[in-house]
């Protein structure tokens, strides 16, 4: 079975809608922040008459992040790249302004050294979006009526870019959610769906879901501990307890009995209680670790074991002390300028081509057309264009969709609002109330969210066309055609040179996510950072093999019958099994010797998917000893280590 086979883990569209649109705690307060400052942003441009207000309202979109932390480094990195790229494209124009032989040459090469840095090097969104501005000024050369008009719009560049910035920034800083505020309501909101979906019994389907939501929270608990601003509940040990206890969850049956839906959904109504509340919580002696074990029979499975035993550390985690050092935060590898890869992988050559080809393509076809309107699909080129084929379609039919309900919203209130308007305080009310419907959208998860975006930046392109009331769908029309013109260059390109499918990223995920399995089931003792390798592999696997499903029959047959991969749901499930073996009650009565040979398989299986081959067969089952000869915790071992070969057994078979 194939990741592509999974498809009743799909929701279907209304579904997907109604849960990525649903209210959350934060959201309003999000959305009217980035209404507010596109509104200021435009007010800003129309009384000053700054050009391009189109930009500067849509920055306020690209800029806007959870919390108010990542909003200003994203804020303070824009700004650094658009300094760097005005003073490089100042320097480009006194050379190739009158040589289009030298100036397309150089165009090409900032987009491909833009595209390849933003995939190999450590600032590579400031690189990116450096070579984006310094392509974008070149290839509007061609319409300048003359050097010094093209000076001035080089400079003004500088005041598009920074005005939002500075106005993104105070808003945030003034009215932004912080990052401790951010960390307790999505643990809360995990922990509230996680006890509701437990007590349901519908709880499986939403595990990948809820370890997606929690994993960026670690970079950003990781950052608040080292400025020393963390004052919450939620700290770095708190999310690792979390995402070890989802996954053990992996390994629970099917069909877990009523009471103990009930006796786990007590657990964690426990832990989110002590969440929300301000003091450390007394611990009930249900909860206890020393209690865990307590009447336990020989029916309870090792997986139950491990799962009450990870929800125990979790209550122990938050009611640790926020003022005690995390040390696991002394663990983290240094940081590299490159990926170690940056120069030997061919992919990352390979997809820097293929989006200048995908660039220099459409500039070639507007400038022959002489239709510069077309000029957003440069603009489309460079927004589109992702890995593999599967996430350019995804993003593409995301900006089509977002493209033309933006464009239908503009043209119609061209049509019947604006001839009734007479000042800039109407037209910055109709902008926000606008931004405020797009904003909800774009706040919404990666699978939806970048519509938002679109329907804003097709909006703001036809409503914003100059200092007065717009009453041209003409510029509206090229505009929406350069976005279709883009995506259709991309789609070719990148599905006829060197197509990459999403499964190949599948592939490399649960490579990684088998090797990392292996390191925990070899090491119980010291495999935290192993155990979330692991979380981060599976979160990157199921994502791409959502993503995969876009891919549709776009990539060529033979392409196609070499991406056979193992079942996520599969390698998840083992994943569940192998933390089982690891916590700290199961490990210590583990025998070496079959532990061993299983972490063994795990990682030849692992180098067996990272080549593209089928996974070895899973070795032969350990002995069981009759059950009056050991102890009761050897038992416990011993069962959990026959769960786990039971895994080995699913995943071997469900690929040969």
Not at 82 to 87: E, G, H, K, S
Not at 121 to 130: H, M
Not at 154 to 164: A, K, N, R, S
């Amino acid at each position: 079975m194939t990741a592509l086979a999974e498809s009743q883990r799909s929701r279907p569209l209304l579904e997907l809608l109604a849960v990525e649109l649903a209210w959350r705690e934060g959201r309003w307060a999000a959305v009217v922040r980035i209404a507010t400052g596109s509104a200021i942003a435009v007010v800003i441009a129309m009384v000053f008459q700054i050009p391009q207000p189109t930009y500067m309202a849509y920055i306020v979109f690209l800029l806007s992040k959870d919390e108010k932390n990542a909003t200003v480094t994203a804020a303070l990195g824009a700004a650094i790249a658009v300094t760097l790229a005005i003073l490089l494209v100042l320097g480009l124009e006194i050379i190739d302004t009158s040589e289009p032989a030298l100036r397309l040459p150089l165009m090409a090469m900032a987009t491909f050294a833009a595209m390849f840095t933003a995939r190999t090097f450590a600032l590579g969104p400031i690189s990116y979006l450096a070579g984006f501005i310094i392509v974008l000024l070149q290839s509007v050369v061609d319409d300048a009526p003359s050097p010094e008009t093209l000076t001035h719009l080089t400079l003004w560049t500088w005041v598009v870019v920074c005005v939002p910035v500075a106005v993104t920034v105070i808003v945030n800083l003034l009215f932004g959610q912080g990052a401790v505020a951010f960390l307790d309501r999505t643990v809360r909101k995990v922990l509230t769906e996680w006890e509701t979906s437990l007590a349901n019994g519908n709880y499986r389907k939403s595990l990948p879901e809820w370890r997606a939501q929690l994993l960026p929270l670690l970079e950003i608990a990781q950052h608040s501990t080292q400025k020393g601003a963390r004052t919450g509940q939620i700290t770095v040990p708190v999310i690792r307890a979390l995402l070890d206890a989802l996954v053990i969850f992996e390994a629970l049956p099917d069909d877990l009995p009523d009471d103990l839906r009930e006796d786990l959904a007590s657990r964690l109504r426990v832990c989110r209680q002590a969440v929300e509340s301000d003091v450390a919580p007394a611990m009930p002696d249900s909860l206890a670790p020393h209690s865990q074990f307590v009447g336990a029979s020989n029916e309870q499975s090792p997986a139950v074991i491990a799962v009450r035993s990870a929800l125990c550390a979790l209550l122990s985690a938050i009611g640790r002390p926020v003022t005690s050092p995390d040390k696991t935060e002394a663990h983290h590898p240094p940081r590299r300028l490159f990926v170690a890869d940056a120069f030997s992988n061919p992919a990352h050559w390979q997809f820097a081509l293929k989006t200048t080809m995908a660039v220099m393509i459409s500039y070639a076809i507007y400038t022959l057309l002489d239709w510069s309107g077309l000029r957003t699909a440069i603009v489309t080129c460079f927004f589109v264009a992702l890995s593999s084929l599967g996430e350019s379609v995804h993003k593409l039919l995301l900006r089509l969709s977002g493209a033309v309900i933006g464009g239908i919203i503009s043209g119609l209130c061209i049509v019947f609002v604006l001839p009734h308007f007479t000042d800039i305080g109407q037209l910055c009310a109709l902008i926000f109330v606008v931004s405020l419907g797009t904003a909800w959208v774009a706040t919404s998860s990666e699978l939806l969210s970048y519509a938002g975006m679109q329907i804003a930046f097709a909006f703001f392109l036809g409503i914003l066309q100059g200092y007065a009331p717009a009453t041209d769908l003409t510029v509206l029309r090229d505009r929406v055609a350069g976005i279709l013109l883009g995506n259709i260059v991309i789609t070719i390109i990148f599905s006829s040179f060197w197509p990459q499918s999403a499964r190949s990223g599948v592939r490399a995920a649960l490579a990684e996510a088998l090797r990392a399995i292996g390191e925990v089931i070899r090491q119980p003792r010291r495999a935290e950072e192993a155990r979330m390798r692991t979380v981060q592999a599976l979160a990157r696997a199921d994502h791409l093999r959502t993503l995969g499903l876009f891919e549709l029959r776009m990539l060529p047959s033979h392409a196609r019958e070499s991406l056979s991969v193992p079942s996520v749901g599969n390698i998840e499930r083992l994943a569940g099994a192998a933390f089982a073996v690891s916590t700290d009650a199961i490990s210590l009565h583990a025998e070496a010797a079959p532990t061993a040979r299983l972490a063994k398989w795990a990682e030849s299986a692992a180098d067996n998917v990272s080549r593209g081959q089928p996974v070895p067969p899973s070795p032969v089952p350990t002995a069981s000893s009759p059950a009056t000869a050991i102890e009761p915790g050897a038992r416990l071992s011993l069962h959990a280590i026959e769960q786990l070969e039971s895994e080995v057994q699913h995943v071997a078979s469900a690929v040969h």
